[in-house]
């Protein structure tokens, strides 16, 4: 039976991986000349949360339930709560290889508060609350694992502030402090699985992206921080080095992202256009700029659409019978669906280029839709483009995210590599493989059966070994 090491690193392009950064990171740059990879398409939509979840229950995130950060609260119209742990229905790897009684530890995989029960330790991940007391499984390592991490672990940083030179600061801390907690609980016993979920990229992405792509419609030239990712990548390549050092070569490792980034190009002010084009209707004037919605007093009786920001749109029907005043038939939503289709899809950006806006039903993109779905998801300009959900605004287009500075957006490409110190005849890059395929695809490698329920299915170029020569 093999063992196996997880390495997520949130938010790396494949073209980061395997091209920018790759000089930077001898130690990532030897495991790709010895192992298959390439890049790992996500999911709809590419978000940690549900990506990660998906990568290792082999399902997709309508079956999941989990379409975001943020889901709105049934039976209101702007009461918003995150997804836990306790939402998974269907169980990951952790779990399962935990109830074949094989010794998991877990790192921060995403959602992942409250800490999963497991045969072994789980340390909770970003979305943990500031005020939790209960963040590791089983409690009792919480000091060891707080003195491991010079006294405080760190989950997150604010990543979205003018503040550079402090985010620069604690993103580098944390990913020095989260790798010190992982060698110390590698060196404990002898694992069957262990994995590490790492933020850190996502957030140097987010507050420095301006600063290392020429391309960049805000690129800062001679700054400071020009080399800050640069030396992001290099400190975390060598934090990857010291952890390999004490892995021996039986342990396979998986070295993987949940999706890729882009540069931001703007925000679209959905709610705004809704209002503009009479499918929100507020019951005073339009506010000052950057007012949210839930700021202001909202005509429902006369609303049929309004939609909530982030990576992405969420847009909701105001239905009757479902919503508190609802005014919308159910069997005038695929008609109103193609309206929004046609007259989004005809809206025009700044420069007179088509904003190419894209709405996705999650009915006909899952397996099945459980949970607190939006009933439309929508992607602007390749989502090169945020959902501003804010309203008052002097125009539709917004350079800056209305949430606090940030550079960046997210992307489908993510990347992959599978090394195996005992079989490096498949090395080589990979045609392009579903993030849905990685649950079945490492069960298979670990000798485990694939249930039944998961919608991938194993990657033949990672699951077929061969001897050495």
């Known amino acids: 039976m093999r063992r196996l090491l997880v390495l997520g690193l949130d938010s790396v392009p494949a073209g980061f991986a395997f091209d920018r950064f790759i000089d930077r990171m001898p130690h990532l740059k030897a495991l790709v000349a010895r192992s298959p990879h390439g890049t790992l398409r996500t999911v709809d939509p590419p978000i940690t949360v549900p990506a990660w979840a998906v990568m290792f229950s082999g399902v997709d995130p309508g079956t999941l339930g989990i379409y975001g950060f943020r889901h ?22 952790w779990d399962l290889l935990s109830r074949a009684g094989r010794r998991v530890a877990v790192i921060g995989m995403p959602p992942g508060y409250p800490p999963p029960h497991v045969n072994g330790v789980y340390v909770s991940d970003f979305l943990t609350p500031d ?13 060891e694992i707080q003195a491991t991490a010079s006294g405080e672990y760190q989950f997150d940083v604010t990543f979205r502030a003018e503040d550079r030179d402090r ?11 989260r790798f010190a907690v992982a060698r110390h609980l590698w060196a404990k016993e002898r694992w069957d699985f262990f994995a590490l979920h790492e933020i850190g990229p996502d957030r140097i992405h987010h507050a420095f992206w301006k ?36 892995v021996p070569d039986d342990v396979l490792v998986w070295l993987a992202s949940d999706h890729g980034s882009q540069a931001m190009d703007g925000c679209f002010c959905i709610n705004q256009w809704l209002i503009e084009n009479d499918y929100l209707r507020l019951k005073g004037p339009m506010p000052p700029a950057g007012t949210p919605l839930e700021a202001v007093p909202v005509d429902w009786a006369h609303t049929r659409v309004w939609g909530s920001g982030g990576y992405y749109a969420r847009l909701f029907f105001n239905v009757r019978g479902r919503e508190p005043e609802g005014i919308v038939d159910r069997k005038d939503l695929p008609t109103l669906t193609e309206e929004l289709r046609a007259r989004l899809g005809a ?40 959902s501003a959900g804010t309203i008052g605004h002097p125009s539709l287009f917004l350079a800056e995210n209305d949430t606090g500075p940030d550079d960046s957006v997210h992307s489908m490409d993510g990347f992959f590599v ?15 493989q579903s993030i849905l395929d990685v649950a079945p695809t490492l069960l298979t490698r670990l000798g485990m059966p694939v249930p039944a329920h998961m919608q991938g299915k194993p990657i033949a170029a990672l699951t077929t070994s061969r001897p050495p020569g």
């Open 211 to 246: 600063y290392f792509d020429e391309t960049h419609p805000r690129y800062v030239r001679d700054s400071p921080y020009n080399s800050v990712a640069d030396r992001y990548y290099a400190l975390l390549d060598e934090e990857i080095g010291r952890f390999l050092e004490a």
């Open 167 to 177: 985010v620069e600061r604690e993103v580098f801390e944390m990913t020095r402090r």
């Open 72 to 93: 709105r609260k049934p039976g209101t119209y702007q009461t918003m709560y995150t997804p836990t742990s306790t939402m998974i229905p269907y169980p990951p790897l």
């Open 418 to 432: 599978l090394y195996d110190a005992k079989d490096g005849s498949h090395a080589g890059r990979l045609p392009e």
């Open 347 to 386: 809206v025009v950006r700044p420069d007179g280029r088509p904003l190419d806006a894209e709405l996705l039903d999650p009915a006909r993109i899952y397996h099945q839709v459980r949970g607190d779905a939006p009933d439309l998801m929508g992607y602007f300009g390749k989502l090169r483009w945020r």
């Open 131 to 143: 005020s939790a007391k209960d963040f590791v499984y089983p409690a009792s390592l919480i000091p």
